[in-house]
C-alpha cells in the first residue's frame, strides 16, 4: 500500500533537540501532520534528532546529511523508487529543506514553515526584541540596550574567522559593556556572571557557530523544485514579512513558488491572542486546520 502513496513526505523539526514528533509544550506537531497527511494519501516520515550527546555536537549541516541519507534510503527502497519525494521543514527545519534541496535533485518539492530566509542574527534579534517587548517587563531603553548588547556579540561571530578568538572578543566586549551598568539594570536584563557563562556556552557551540556563517540566499538560489513558504503574522520567533520576503526575492527565478502568511497564528501555526512562546502550551489546538488544508491542496497540485 506504500508503494502507492502519491508522495514520501520527510518532516524535519525545528531547533533543539526533537523527537518524531515534535513534542513541544505537551502538543505533538509532527504526530497531527502524519496523521492527516496519511489519511488522505501520503507516505509520512518522521524521525527523533540525533542521539543527545552526538547532537550537541552536530550542526545544522549535518542535519541537512542525515536527510540525504533518508532519502538515499527510500530511492533504495522499491516501494518508494517511483514515488515523488517532498521535504516538511519547520524553523530551522525550513532551513534545511532549503539545504537539501539546493543539492539534492531527488527531492521533488518542498514546504517551509516559518523557515529562515534572513541570516541568524536578523532572527535573532527579531525575536529578543518582539518577545522582550511583548512580556512588558522592560522598558523601550532597556530592550534598545539588550537588543545592543546581542546585535554586537552577534557581529563580532559572523565576522570571526575562529571560534576562539571569537569567544574571547565576545566576552571582552560583554565585561566592558556591562562593567558600569547599574546594578538595577544589570537584574532587569539578566546580566550576571551566570548569563555570561551559559551565553558563552552558546555562542561557541557547533552548531550556533557554524549557523552564524550560513547564508540561506546561497541555497534558496538553487532550488529549482516547487517550494511552498507559510509563516503565521503573530511568530515572534520568525518575523514573517522579512523572512518570507527574504524567501521570495532569493526564489525569484523559482517558477513554481507560493508564499503565504496567515493572520492570528503563531510560530506553531496556533491560532493565538499573543504570539508568546509561554502561550503554547496553553492553547489546545496544535496546529490550524486551514494551515493542514492549504499544504494538502498544494501537494495535490504538485504531485498529481
Not at 542535519?63 to 521543514?89: M, S
Not at 530592550?143 to 566576552?171: D, M, T
Amino acid at each position: 500500500s506504500q508503494g502507492k502513496s502519491k508522495a514520501l513526505l520527510i518532516l524535519i523539526s525545528g531547533s533543539g533537540w526533537q523527537d518524531r514528533n515534535e513534542t513541544i509544550f505537551g502538543h505533538k506537531p509532527f504526530k497531527v501532520m502524519a496523521d492527516y497527511f496519511t489519511r488522505n494519501g501520503y507516505a509520512v516520515y518522521r524521525y527523533d534528532d540525533f542521539p543527545k550527546g552526538e547532537f550537541a555536537k552536530s550542526t545544522t549541516l549535518d542535519f541537512a546529511d542525515a536527510v540525504f541519507l533518508i532519502v538515499n534510503f527510500f530511492k533504495n527502497d522499491k516501494r518508494f523508487q517511483d514515488c515523488p519525494v517532498g521535504l516538511i521543514g519547520h524553523s530551522e527545519g525550513g532551513l534545511i529543506t532549503f539545504i537539501a534541496a539546493s543539492q539534492d535533485k531527488r527531492i521533488d518539492f518542498i514546504i517551509s514553515l516559518a523557515g529562515v530566509g534572513e541570516h541568524i542574527s536578523q532572527t535573532l534579534l527579531y525575536q529578543m526584541e518582539a518577545i522582550t517587548r511583548a512580556n512588558g517587563e522592560l522598558s523601550e531603553a532597556e530592550v534598545a540596550e539588550s537588543v545592543e548588547i546581542s546585535s554586537h556579540l552577534y557581529s563580532i561571530l559572523e565576522k570571526s574567522k575562529s571560534k576562539e578568538k571569537a569567544l574571547k572578543e565576545c566576552g571582552d566586549y560583554y565585561d566592558a559593556y556591562t562593567r558600569n551598568m547599574p546594578q538595577e539594570v544589570k537584574e532587569r536584563i539578566g546580566v550576571s556572571t551566570g548569563k555570561k557563562i551559559a551565553m558563552m556556552q552558546t555562542l561557541g557551540s557547533p552548531w550556533f557557530y557554524t549557523l552564524f556563517h550560513l547564508y540561506p540566499k546561497q541555497y534558496l538560489k538553487k532550488v529549482k523544485c516547487p517550494v511552498y513558504a507559510l509563516n503565521g503574522e503573530k511568530d515572534l520567533q520568525v518575523n514573517y514579512i522579512s523572512n518570507l520576503g527574504g524567501i521570495q526575492k532569493y526564489l525569484a527565478k523559482n517558477k513554481n513558488l507560493k508564499i503565504e502568511s496567515f493572520p492570528g497564528l503563531n510560530h506553531l501555526f496556533q491560532e493565538c491572542e499573543t504570539g508568546l512562546p509561554e502561550e503554547y502550551g496553553k492553547i489546545e489546538q496544535t496546529i490550524s486546520p486551514l494551515v493542514l488544508e492549504r499544504m494538502l491542496n498544494w501537494m495535490n497540485e504538485i504531485v498529481k
